[in-house]
Protein backbone atom coordinates (compact mmCIF):
# COMPACT_ATOMS: atom_id res chain seq x y z
CA UNK A 1 0.00 0.00 0.00
CA UNK A 2 1.21 3.52 -0.96
CA UNK A 3 0.09 6.74 1.48
CA UNK A 4 1.33 10.21 1.08
CA UNK A 5 2.58 11.98 3.84
CA UNK A 6 3.52 15.48 4.27
CA UNK A 7 4.61 15.32 0.53
CA UNK A 8 6.52 11.96 0.26
CA UNK A 9 5.14 8.82 -0.83
CA UNK A 10 4.86 5.40 1.95
CA UNK A 11 4.89 2.29 1.36
CA UNK A 12 3.32 0.27 4.40
CA UNK A 13 1.69 -3.19 4.90
CA UNK A 14 -1.00 -3.75 7.10
CA UNK A 15 -1.99 -7.52 8.10
CA UNK A 16 -3.40 -9.54 11.04
CA UNK A 17 -5.79 -8.48 13.66
CA UNK A 18 -6.40 -6.50 17.25
CA UNK A 19 -4.64 -3.49 19.14
CA UNK A 20 -2.44 -1.53 16.28
CA UNK A 21 1.65 -2.42 16.22
CA UNK A 22 4.04 -0.19 14.21
CA UNK A 23 6.93 -2.15 13.65
CA UNK A 24 10.45 -0.32 12.71
CA UNK A 25 12.85 -1.36 10.87
CA UNK A 26 16.73 -0.80 10.84
CA UNK A 27 19.06 0.40 8.48
CA UNK A 28 19.17 -1.40 4.89
CA UNK A 29 15.76 -3.02 6.21
CA UNK A 30 12.33 -3.12 5.05
CA UNK A 31 8.79 -3.27 6.00
CA UNK A 32 9.10 -7.14 5.15
CA UNK A 33 11.75 -7.45 7.85
CA UNK A 34 8.68 -8.52 10.87
CA UNK A 35 6.12 -10.65 8.47
CA UNK A 36 7.29 -13.86 9.40
CA UNK A 37 6.63 -13.15 13.31
CA UNK A 38 3.37 -14.42 15.19
CA UNK A 39 2.04 -11.53 16.26
CA UNK A 40 -0.20 -10.58 13.58
CA UNK A 41 -2.62 -13.81 15.11
CA UNK A 42 -3.58 -10.87 17.90
CA UNK A 43 -2.28 -7.31 16.73
CA UNK A 44 -2.91 -5.46 13.67
CA UNK A 45 0.75 -5.03 11.86
CA UNK A 46 1.94 -1.92 10.11
CA UNK A 47 4.92 -2.38 8.88
CA UNK A 48 6.30 0.91 7.30
CA UNK A 49 9.79 1.54 3.99
CA UNK A 50 11.17 4.08 5.99
CA UNK A 51 12.30 7.07 3.51
CA UNK A 52 15.09 6.11 1.41
CA UNK A 53 14.19 1.87 1.96
CA UNK A 54 12.56 -0.31 0.06
CA UNK A 55 9.53 1.29 -1.89
CA UNK A 56 8.97 4.29 0.01
CA UNK A 57 10.44 7.30 -2.08
CA UNK A 58 13.96 8.32 -1.45
CA UNK A 59 13.31 12.50 -0.98
CA UNK A 60 15.97 14.91 -2.55
CA UNK A 61 16.81 16.84 0.37
CA UNK A 62 18.46 15.57 3.79
CA UNK A 63 16.69 17.14 5.89
CA UNK A 64 13.36 15.39 4.99
CA UNK A 65 15.11 12.05 6.41
CA UNK A 66 15.82 14.23 10.03
CA UNK A 67 13.81 11.84 12.85
CA UNK A 68 11.55 14.61 13.87
CA UNK A 69 10.28 14.99 10.04
CA UNK A 70 9.41 11.41 9.84
CA UNK A 71 8.23 10.66 13.16
CA UNK A 72 5.84 13.55 11.67
CA UNK A 73 4.89 11.48 9.15
CA UNK A 74 4.31 8.09 11.35
CA UNK A 75 1.58 10.22 13.65
CA UNK A 76 -0.03 11.27 10.08
CA UNK A 77 -0.04 7.72 9.16
CA UNK A 78 -1.46 6.57 12.76
CA UNK A 79 -4.08 9.25 11.78
CA UNK A 80 -5.07 8.82 8.25
CA UNK A 81 -5.09 4.88 9.83
CA UNK A 82 -7.59 6.18 12.74
CA UNK A 83 -5.27 4.64 15.04
CA UNK A 84 -5.18 7.26 18.36
CA UNK A 85 -2.49 4.75 20.25
CA UNK A 86 0.17 2.26 19.14
CA UNK A 87 2.30 -0.28 20.44
CA UNK A 88 5.66 0.68 18.88
CA UNK A 89 8.30 -1.62 18.33
CA UNK A 90 12.06 -0.60 16.58
CA UNK A 91 15.20 -2.24 15.78
CA UNK A 92 18.26 0.05 15.52
CA UNK A 93 17.63 2.60 13.52
CA UNK A 94 14.08 1.97 13.59
CA UNK A 95 14.58 2.00 17.47
CA UNK A 96 15.65 5.08 17.16
CA UNK A 97 13.37 6.68 15.54
CA UNK A 98 10.70 4.54 17.86
CA UNK A 99 12.20 6.56 20.64
CA UNK A 100 11.73 9.86 18.85
CA UNK A 101 8.22 8.90 18.26
CA UNK A 102 7.84 8.22 22.15
CA UNK A 103 8.97 11.67 22.83
CA UNK A 104 7.06 13.47 20.97
CA UNK A 105 4.37 12.24 20.79
CA UNK A 106 3.81 10.25 23.85
CA UNK A 107 -0.12 10.33 24.04
CA UNK A 108 -0.01 7.69 20.92
CA UNK A 109 1.93 5.30 22.16
CA UNK A 110 0.62 2.56 24.75
CA UNK A 111 3.98 0.29 24.71
CA UNK A 112 7.56 0.66 23.53
CA UNK A 113 9.61 -2.03 22.37
CA UNK A 114 13.21 -1.53 21.68
CA UNK A 115 16.09 -3.82 19.95
CA UNK A 116 19.43 -3.34 20.47
CA UNK A 117 18.98 0.85 19.72
CA UNK A 118 20.06 4.61 21.79
CA UNK A 119 18.39 7.48 22.76
CA UNK A 120 21.20 9.40 20.66
CA UNK A 121 24.78 10.65 21.51
CA UNK A 122 24.65 12.95 24.85
CA UNK A 123 27.06 15.66 23.42
CA UNK A 124 27.42 17.92 20.38
CA UNK A 125 31.43 16.84 20.00
CA UNK A 126 30.44 13.50 19.85
CA UNK A 127 27.49 13.64 17.11
CA UNK A 128 30.41 16.34 14.84
CA UNK A 129 32.47 13.35 14.93
CA UNK A 130 29.51 10.92 14.15
CA UNK A 131 28.24 12.61 11.18
CA UNK A 132 31.65 13.29 9.71
CA UNK A 133 32.14 9.74 9.46
CA UNK A 134 28.68 9.18 8.47
CA UNK A 135 29.24 11.45 5.47
CA UNK A 136 32.12 9.24 4.52
CA UNK A 137 30.47 6.21 4.46
CA UNK A 138 27.22 8.26 2.27
CA UNK A 139 30.27 9.57 -0.03
CA UNK A 140 31.74 5.98 -0.32
CA UNK A 141 28.55 4.09 -0.56
CA UNK A 142 27.47 6.53 -3.69
CA UNK A 143 30.87 6.04 -5.05
CA UNK A 144 30.89 2.31 -4.87
CA UNK A 145 27.60 1.28 -5.17
CA UNK A 146 24.89 -0.66 -3.32
CA UNK A 147 26.68 -4.31 -3.54
CA UNK A 148 29.72 -3.14 -3.08
CA UNK A 149 28.99 -1.33 0.49
CA UNK A 150 26.47 -3.76 1.44
CA UNK A 151 29.55 -6.48 1.30
CA UNK A 152 31.36 -4.55 3.71
CA UNK A 153 28.73 -3.87 5.98
CA UNK A 154 27.76 -7.24 6.30
CA UNK A 155 31.62 -7.60 7.63
CA UNK A 156 31.62 -5.24 10.41
CA UNK A 157 32.02 -6.08 14.01
CA UNK A 158 28.65 -5.66 14.65
CA UNK A 159 27.15 -8.20 12.33
CA UNK A 160 29.60 -10.76 13.94
CA UNK A 161 27.51 -13.30 15.03
CA UNK A 162 25.26 -13.42 11.83
CA UNK A 163 28.01 -15.73 10.24
CA UNK A 164 26.50 -18.35 12.27
CA UNK A 165 23.18 -17.96 10.46
CA UNK A 166 22.49 -20.45 7.94
CA UNK A 167 23.56 -20.11 4.51
CA UNK A 168 20.11 -19.92 2.87
CA UNK A 169 19.15 -17.13 5.49
CA UNK A 170 22.46 -15.03 4.86
CA UNK A 171 21.75 -15.25 1.36
CA UNK A 172 18.06 -13.93 2.05
CA UNK A 173 19.05 -11.06 3.93
CA UNK A 174 21.74 -10.13 1.24
CA UNK A 175 19.23 -9.87 -1.23
CA UNK A 176 17.00 -7.65 0.89
CA UNK A 177 19.51 -5.51 1.70
CA UNK A 178 20.53 -5.15 -2.29
CA UNK A 179 16.75 -4.33 -3.34
CA UNK A 180 17.51 -0.53 -1.59
CA UNK A 181 19.15 2.27 -3.78
CA UNK A 182 22.70 3.85 -2.96
CA UNK A 183 21.08 7.45 -3.07
CA UNK A 184 17.67 5.98 -0.30
CA UNK A 185 20.72 4.31 1.74
CA UNK A 186 23.16 7.75 1.08
CA UNK A 187 20.07 10.01 2.49
CA UNK A 188 18.89 7.95 5.69
CA UNK A 189 22.87 7.74 6.78
CA UNK A 190 23.57 11.56 6.31
CA UNK A 191 19.72 12.86 7.89
CA UNK A 192 18.87 10.19 9.93
CA UNK A 193 21.73 9.17 11.23
CA UNK A 194 23.10 8.90 15.27
CA UNK A 195 24.66 11.47 14.48
CA UNK A 196 22.41 13.97 12.72
CA UNK A 197 19.42 13.04 15.28
CA UNK A 198 18.99 14.95 18.45
CA UNK A 199 19.55 13.28 21.91
CA UNK A 200 16.44 12.12 23.74
CA UNK A 201 18.09 10.86 27.12
CA UNK A 202 16.53 13.89 28.93
CA UNK A 203 13.07 12.79 27.56
CA UNK A 204 13.54 9.28 28.50
CA UNK A 205 12.44 10.03 32.41
CA UNK A 206 9.37 11.28 30.95
CA UNK A 207 8.14 8.22 29.25
CA UNK A 208 4.97 6.90 31.15
CA UNK A 209 4.30 4.06 29.19
CA UNK A 210 6.18 0.34 29.44
CA UNK A 211 9.18 -0.39 27.80
CA UNK A 212 10.71 -2.91 27.07
CA UNK A 213 14.78 -3.17 26.16
CA UNK A 214 16.25 -5.94 24.14
CA UNK A 215 19.75 -6.43 24.16
CA UNK A 216 21.28 -9.27 22.24
CA UNK A 217 24.49 -11.22 24.82
CA UNK A 218 26.80 -10.63 21.93
CA UNK A 219 26.55 -7.05 21.70
CA UNK A 220 28.37 -5.41 24.22
CA UNK A 221 27.81 -1.98 23.29
CA UNK A 222 24.57 -2.00 23.69
CA UNK A 223 24.13 -4.25 26.05
CA UNK A 224 25.79 -0.77 28.48
CA UNK A 225 23.60 1.32 26.37
CA UNK A 226 20.45 -0.28 27.00
CA UNK A 227 21.43 -0.56 30.88
CA UNK A 228 22.07 2.92 31.06
CA UNK A 229 18.61 3.57 29.14
CA UNK A 230 16.91 1.73 31.38
CA UNK A 231 18.04 3.49 34.87
CA UNK A 232 16.44 6.68 33.42
CA UNK A 233 12.77 4.62 32.14
CA UNK A 234 10.35 4.89 34.53
CA UNK A 235 9.13 1.87 33.10
CA UNK A 236 11.35 -0.11 31.90
CA UNK A 237 12.06 -3.87 31.35
CA UNK A 238 15.30 -4.77 30.48
CA UNK A 239 15.88 -8.36 28.93
CA UNK A 240 18.99 -9.81 27.12
CA UNK A 241 18.81 -12.68 24.60
CA UNK A 242 21.52 -14.96 24.55
CA UNK A 243 23.21 -16.12 21.78
CA UNK A 244 22.68 -13.18 19.80
CA UNK A 245 24.28 -10.15 18.59
CA UNK A 246 22.67 -7.11 17.59
CA UNK A 247 20.04 -8.35 15.45
CA UNK A 248 18.29 -10.75 17.84
CA UNK A 249 15.00 -10.69 15.52
CA UNK A 250 17.18 -12.57 12.52
CA UNK A 251 19.60 -14.62 14.75
CA UNK A 252 17.18 -16.00 17.40
CA UNK A 253 13.53 -15.56 16.03
CA UNK A 254 11.67 -17.74 17.82
CA UNK A 255 13.06 -16.26 21.44
CA UNK A 256 12.96 -12.89 20.40
CA UNK A 257 9.01 -13.53 18.92
CA UNK A 258 8.08 -15.18 22.24
CA UNK A 259 9.49 -12.57 24.33
CA UNK A 260 7.74 -9.50 22.68
CA UNK A 261 4.76 -11.18 22.73
CA UNK A 262 4.47 -11.76 26.34
CA UNK A 263 5.24 -8.29 27.46
CA UNK A 264 2.75 -7.35 24.24
CA UNK A 265 -0.10 -9.59 26.10
CA UNK A 266 1.13 -8.62 29.69
CA UNK A 267 -0.12 -4.69 28.65
CA UNK A 268 -2.94 -5.29 26.16
CA UNK A 269 -5.67 -2.58 26.56
CA UNK A 270 -7.65 -3.37 30.23
CA UNK A 271 -4.69 -4.73 31.45
CA UNK A 272 -2.68 -3.73 34.66
Known amino acids: MKVELHGLVYAYEMYGEGEPLLVLHGFTGCKESWRSFSWKTDYRVIAVDLPGHGETETPSHTERYAMEQVAADLAELLTILNIDK???????????????????????????????????????????????????????????????????????????????????????????????????????????????????????????????LLSGAYDEKFFHILSRMKERLPYGQFVQISDAGHAIHVEQPEKFDTIVREFLQSHKEGIS
Open 86 to 212: VHVLGYSMGGRLAIAFACLYPERVRTLVLENCTAGLETKAEREVRMRKDEELAKTLLQDGVATFIEKWERIPLFASQDFLPKERKEQLRQQRLRNSAAGLAGSLRGMGTGAQPSFWEELKHLRMPVL
